[in-house]
Every structure is written in structure tokens, then in C-alpha cells.
């Protein structure tokens, strides 16, 4: 079966750097992808990896490790406006997405 | 560019009472199109997709359904609501069919409350 784990909600400081991490247990894999998604609105995406790795945007940077099963989604230089949840989703070998539940980051001053 | 729209944005429905949320897109032909619900605390559940008009595929079997009368537009419906129901529905589009970066855009989403 998939199976999707990560954590429910992290807090972090303005300024700082916050690391969220993605667990996964498949049998096909096509891609892993972090969507951030503000209360009450819709997902945007924002990465995704497919290959083992760091990709990096801007403050956002994604890791994928494969044979570990694990990505985490690594955020600098916080700002307000991140505290919003955070959803890693996988893509099976069907090239249909399985969602994790998300995070919700919290930011504080 | 693409846009993708969706209403209504909230609605309050009683137990039993029929449902139809509308979902279209702009600036794209033969998108895959997707609805999804979003229930507190757990994970986005597909409900169904579509990569072509009249082509709907079902992943959780309940009392809601979908149409795709139009290449870019996608409508879900139900006949009588139940009190499950209650959730955000998301209804999204894709360009790329069955390749790796199947990026998905949502729409605003759709909140529902049954009573």
C-alpha cells in the first residue's frame, strides 16, 4: 500500500529556518511534490522532485531521497506570511497523487 | 494564461437536499480535471477525475457524481446530501496526462455544510 506521514503542525521564529518532513511507503513512484496552502484557500504548488536531491527556490528549497523514502521541504528567512499548512503529496506509478495530511507552520515574531 | 473558476464559494445545505457545484477553465485545451475533498486534519481525497468530455472516473464510491458536459467544464452534483458531505471541495486542472510533472491548479474552493 502508500502511505504518506508528516508532522501536524511546527513552529518557528520570523527570520528563522524550518525544515518539514515527508515520509513515504510505496510501491511506484512518479515524483514528490509540496503544495502550501493558507487557511481557508486553495493549494499552490510549489515544488517538485523527482530525482534525488536539493531544488532550490528562492527561500524555498525541496530534498528527495529515494531509496530512503523521505523529502522535506526546507523554508529560510521566515516570513509572516509563510504560516500557512504545507502538504506533500506523492505520485504513484498510476500518476495519481496521494496526499499527506499536512503541516501547519506556525510563525511567530 | 489559464484561470480556473468555481462557485460557489460557500453554501449551506440541509440534510437530503440536492447539490451542484460548477467548476470551469480558461487559456487550455483537453484539460484533466479533477474534484477533491478536504476534510479537517486529513489529506485531499480525489473524488473523481476526467481527461476528456463524457470521461469520469470514480475513486471513492458514495452518493455524489460528476459530469463533464464541456471539454473545460466540470460539475459535481449530488441528488440528496448527506451530513458527511460537509467539507471543502476543490476542483483543479492539469495539462500533462501521465507524465511526471503533473502539475495541479486548484480553484478557490467550495465550503459545504450540511444541516
Known amino acids: 500500500g502508500q502511505n504518506i506521514d508528516q508532522p501536524t503542525e511546527m513552529t518557528a521564529t520570523e527570520g528563522a529556518i524550518v525544515q518539514i518532513n515527508c515520509t513515504y511507503q510505496?510501491?511506484?513512484?512518479?515524483?514528490l511534490f509540496w503544495y502550501q496552502q493558507h487557511a481557508g484557500e486553495a493549494p499552490t504548488f510549489l515544488s517538485y522532485?523527482?530525482l534525488d536531491g536539493l531544488e532550490e527556490k528562492g527561500r524555498f528549497s525541496s530534498f528527495l531521497s529515494r531509496s530512503k523514502g523521505y523529502s522535506y521541504l526546507l523554508l529560510k528567512e521566515l516570513q509572516m506570511k509563510d504560516s500557512a499548512s504545507y502538504l506533500c503529496?506523492?505520485?504513484?506509478?498510476?500518476?495519481?497523487?496521494?496526499w499527506g495530511a499536512g503541516t501547519k507552520l506556525i510563525i511567530k515574531p | 494564461s489559464q484561470t480556473i473558476h468555481q462557485w460557489p464559494a460557500t453554501l449551506v445545505q440541509p440534510v437530503g437536499s440536492p447539490l451542484s457545484l460548477e467548476c470551469t477553465v480558461e487559456?487550455?485545451?483537453?484539460?484533466?480535471l479533477y474534484w477533491y475533498r478536504q476534510a479537517a486534519g486529513r489529506g485531499l481525497q480525489l473524488l473523481f477525475y476526467?481527461?476528456?468530455?463524457?470521461?469520469i472516473s470514480s475513486e471513492v464510491p458514495q452518493n455524489l457524481s460528476a459530469s463533464r458536459p464541456q471539454d473545460r467544464q466540470f460539475i459535481l452534483s449530488s441528488k440528496k446530501l448527506l451530513l458527511s458531505d460537509s467539507g471543502f471541495y476543490l476542483c483543479a486542472w492539469s495539462v500533462l496526462a501521465g507524465t511526471g510533472a503533473n502539475v495541479l491548479t486548484f480553484g478557490a474552493g467550495s465550503r459545504l455544510t450540511v444541516l
Open positions: 510505496t510501491s511506484g513512484f512518479n515524483g
Open positions: 522532485n523527482v
Open positions: 503529496a506523492l505520485m504513484d506509478s498510476n500518476y495519481q497523487l496521494i
Open positions: 487559456g487550455t485545451s483537453n484539460p484533466n
Open positions: 476526467s481527461v476528456g468530455i463524457g470521461q
